[in-house]
């Protein structure tokens, strides 16, 4: 029986525009931060700027890089690729299952949810209301809407999988099927949270953990969210637009299922170098190693479905935008294993050759594959020509000198600040360089890097004139075709048992896991463990010898289940976390703080850090001092020599603040002890001084090239003059104690008697210091101190004098004796 | 290779069992995209194609 059927292609138009728009939008504020880092005043000081100082402005506080970046990432991630995502999921996704998508009601759903989301961040982010973590900065209301979108996304994608009309799935739909399992199990788990207000909330996890679920979520958030859709659009669009089938079928099968099974366990690469345990940061490089493969797998796959259609390269835009998308995912996913690789890692992180390497993927394999998606995509959904083939080449070759330009820019001035910061002077005890130093030798490289971006954005800008006058010059189309409809006992008829617990595979994975058993158990039980593996392997053949034809075409019939096969994936994606993760929550607490113990914060210090969390600070001082030795001698303290960040001395930190990029220096050690009062060494309450006095922290708030010479921070002259929330503090504190951070009980009252008390402390060590408010030049004395108590600044001076504090935890018991590890209690204590 | 191994912690062998875990199930899923029969490769690499006299029939 046939049909006809037209296919919901509103949608993917809507999809597509919205996603050109954020586009743009994205990469704008993605140029205007990449100035912020050449120079300051394009942190707000435009307007004084452009008047030659007629119009005096101190800075505008929504437009400095700490709140933009988080805008730019969301945008070009979420709204950008997230959108165009969606366009090329609804148009291939029908027509691969030969059916409409399944709800129009969900689609709009979909679309109009994910545009609110998006504003809701354009609106929120800018106000500084941020959860601190990076790609998951979203206050938890958008948080709960994007979760629900997700979910409508989900049910209208799975239920247009139950009615196709085509039984297989197509590998396209299997990397579609990833993505959506996959970001759902992520975003949830990264951004649990319990809220104190309704734009404020503390993550579940703290310190090292929630480093952990961080980056298990961060990288993934690249994998599943920028690079399995991209790979499904690709498996479509490649094979489309050249008219050929992809080049081998059996080679995606090993590309899906290696690929959702590797990237997973990549997340520690993120934190190597740091004190986390080495068994994670070798699981994190070896797995990143691995996952080379596959990457390429799929690079290759794409690129030799073309090899037949190679001439068209030079005068098919769409061909041309694909290839050379496929070939930067290729160089993205050979230069992401190689900085996954501890040594290399040393000189890259925290520099700008990591911002380099996102772009190459970014720029090159988001933004390539999107631009040749829409110029595939326009013609046939507005049923015209492209407008102008001659653009969409002037756009290529704009884009590509763009991206030429930013990657190899920032590969510069990664490798050069990484390795001046690791040189040694003569003599070798101590460093050559100071960072500020180093900052002002790779300004050449950001200028170039912004030129790069705005050269990209001027090609994206051609794209969307070359989209909006090919849709003038047609008309909105939704294509109709005619279709076999497909009963329900052709599809999907796969028992559960069959697709999930097939006998030689059952045996195969007992036989593993008595093969593991060998090498810990003791003395003849491991013999009688290897027998058993043994046993199950011979047991495992037989079973496969005696139901070799329905074993062997077992992916086959898999193809046409799609619960099975989704379940399937889904237990993929969950090993790598869960082995990840869960040792770090049930392991010894005194091995995850190693000796020391945070202290807890003052109320006022805490609501310093919330400040320094609003502003985005954490995007440019990380708060980690690797196992490396230019690091512990620039931030370490003299005289210490293992003075790395140990595990315990951010345990607290919800979130945690390592950090992933030092536009400015590392703030680990930035506190000190609590100040003396007076000669006889009377000490103060709760104010402290460390490596920099109060004055000093004013003042590089209030202008920070004053105290240092060179430096491309913006000022926070707002922090002068809005009050530190105290009246939020008691809920603040009371969630702190829910996620398990030991305050001790304070009231209401106590808690404003110490912010009051701290706070007149450090105000009145500023008025001692003669400081100068500019914006109140009348206010002294008693007037400046009581302004001064109240004033947010002196909330984030308390927090940054604070940082680096802990106190020393002994542990003396032996290990107690366990069946993994008999001998344990027999052991030397661990020396660190 | 028949004594117990010693080890200082358990989690050290984490990789070293991820990786084995990893490399049969590679083995595994190779085997079986070698066996995917010729017929069915080439009907599901057409899917995306549009339909012509020559495009393979589902086998």
Known sequence: MTTTITYDDKSVRRFMIASIAWGIVGMLVGVLIATQLSWWQMNGHYLEWLTGGAIKADGISFLTFGRLRPLHTNAVIFAFVGNMMFAGIYYSTQRLCKVRTASDLLSAIHFWGWQLIIVAAAITLPMGFTRGKEYAELIWPINLCVVIIWGVFAINFFWTLAKRNEPSLYVALWFYIATIITVAMLYIVNHLSIPTSLTHSYTLFGGVQDGLVQWWYGHNAVAFFLTTPILGIMYYYVPKAANLPVYSYRLSIIHFWSLVFIYIWAGPHHLLNTDLPRWLQLLGTTFSLMLWAPSWGGMLNGLLTLRPAWDRLRTDPVIKFLATGLTFYGMATFEGPLMAIRSVNAISHYTDWTISHVHSGTLGWNGMMAAGMFYYLAPRLWKTQLWSKALANMHFWIAMVGILLYIGALWCAGITQGLMLSQLAPGGTTLKYEFLETLGDIQIFFIFRSIGGALYLSGFVMLAINIWKTARSGTPYDETVEVTVLERKHKDRMPWRESLFNDPLAHIFLAMLFVILWFFLPHHADKAALLVAVLLSIKAYTAFKASAAQWTNWHERLVDNYLPFTVLTFIAVTIGGSVQIIPTLLVNRDKNIEGRLQDIYTPLELAGRDIFISEGCYLCHSQMIRTLVPDVMRYGRAGITDDYSHLGESIYDHPYQWGSKRTGPDLAREGGPIAKKDAQGNLYKYMRVGKRGNDWHFNHFLNPRAPSPGSNMPAFPWLFEQDTDVKALPNKIAVQVQLGVPWPILNQHEITDMVETQAQEIAQSLVAAKVYLPSKPDLQGDALRNHLAKAKVVAVIAYLQKLGAYHEVKTDHPGEPSPLNPDSHRQAPDVP | ?59
């Open chain 2, 1 to 59: 290779m028949f004594q117990r191994m010693h080890v200082e912690d358990w989690a050290l062998w984490c990789p070293f069992i991820s990786f084995f875990i990893f490399a049969v199930l590679f083995a595994i899923v190779s085997f079986r995209a070698l066996q995917l029969s010729t017929g069915k490769r080439e009907y599901l690499a057409s899917l995306p194609l549009d339909p012509t006299p020559e495009t393979p029939k589902l086998p």
